[in-house]
T-cell receptor
Framework: GDSVTQMEGPVTLSEEAFLTINCTYT??????LFWYVQYPGEGLQLLLK?????DKGSNKGFEATYRKETTSFHLEKGSVQVSDSAVYFC????????????FGKGTKLTVNP | DTAVSQTPKYLVTQMGNDKSIKCEQN?????MYWYKQDSKKFLKIMFS???????INETVPNRFSPKSPDKAHLNLHINSLELGDSAVYFC????????????FGDGTRLSIL
């Protein structure tokens, strides 16, 4: 079945450091890919998405590129802030097929001042 | 102007009781979901409804029964609560197909004593 694998956390960085959170997926066909973020005590919010190979999703300084050849969708940010501290989830869904999102296990990011 | 709202936010109850969680969305979406997030933050879909019809029913004990009185509401009723039901339950909604972003509520933290 479909699955998403994220790098194990927690990740702790200093403010203005570079962030990478790795995500790889296994799926038949051509899934859509997402990054969701969960701030403490809140629900998940969509951070960015990519619908097809080589698409780049970007939002709030975060970027991720859909790489079909490596089945990856790594999340990056050039300079993190304390307010970026949250849990980040990589997810996929089938286009035009099943309605469900398949999530990775989440990566907790803590940014220290 | 809350998009997806769940009630209650916290639910503390004893083993064996029956409880319900309500969810409403005002986004005009036609698909709604229930997810369970365990203590390790792992998110897994439980149910999905499209236009009041059940379309996804993962391997969930039949003590859990979703009910969708209309497109804007998806409630979750749980019978004979068990210790393992302790988790955060998230409601979400989307517009149709699986590649559309899902909007999440803030979650209901269920604690079984």
């Amino acid at each position: 079945g479909d699955s998403v694998t994220q790098m194990e956390g927690p990740v702790t960085l200093s403010e203005e450091a570079f962030l990478t959170i790795n995500c790889t997926y296994t799926a038949t066909g051509y899934p859509s890919l997402f990054w969701y973020v969960q701030y403490p005590g809140e629900g998940l919010q969509l951070l960015l998405k990519a619908m097809k190979a080589d698409d780049k999703g970007s939002n709030k300084g975060f970027e991720a590129t859909y790489r079909k050849e490596t089945t990856s969708f790594h999340l990056e940010k050039g300079s993190v802030q304390v307010s970026d501290s949250a849990v980040y989830f990589c997810a996929l869904s089938r286009q035009g097929g099943s309605e469900k999102l398949v999530f990775g296990k989440g990566t907790k990011l803590t940014v220290n001042p | 102007d809350t998009a997806v709202s769940q009630t209650p936010k916290y639910l503390v109850t004893q083993m064996g009781n029956d409880k319900s969680i309500k969810c409403e969305q005002n986004l005009g979406h036609d698909t709604m979901y229930w997810y369970k997030q365990d203590s390790k933050k792992f998110l897994k879909i439980m149910f999905s409804y499209n236009n009041k019809e059940l379309i996804i029913n993962e391997t969930v004990p039949n003590r859990f029964s979703p009910k969708s009185p209309d497109k804007a509401h998806l409630n979750l009723h749980i019978n004979s609560l068990e210790l393992g039901d302790s988790a955060v339950y998230f409601c979400a909604s989307s517009r149709g197909q699986g590649d559309q972003p899902q909007h999440f509520g803030d979650g209901t933290r269920l604690s079984i004593l």
